[in-house]
């Protein structure tokens, strides 16, 4: 009888999406327009992406893609004052269910 048997060495292992989020300002008006670039890879491939800029979201459905890269423009609405900080999230699912978040903030310049 013969047994066969499998790798036992290292291999990469699931994971969740890598995010990153690149803004051009980090200091915005209120109102004003959070813009910027997003990229988002995982070799098990992508399912959703989504980011959420206050109270404006965008969403992406990139099925089977293994990277993702685009620029964004999304609102800040009026009534936040000057110091206040805006909320910036990215979050992603890749196709094996894994979940990535990243969260960041612009901060309210003078208001005018």
Known sequence: ???GSGCLSERPRPGPPALQIELDRTAVHSPDTVTGHIQVSDPDGLDS?????DASQAAA???LE??????FGLAVRSGFGAGQKVP????ARDLLGFRSTLDTS??????P
């Not at 293994?66 to 620029?71: E, V």
């Not at 910036?88 to 979050?91: D, I, K, Q, S």
């Not at 612009?106 to 208001?111: A, E, F, K, L, Q």
Request: proline share 0%.
């Open 1 to 3: 009888m013969v047994w």
């Open 49 to 53: 992406i989504w980011l959420t800029v």
């Open 61 to 63: 459905d990139v099925f």
């Open 66 to 71: 293994t990277s993702y890269g685009a620029s």
């Open 88 to 91: 910036v999230r990215l979050e």
């Open 106 to 111: 612009v901060v309210i310049t003078d208001v």
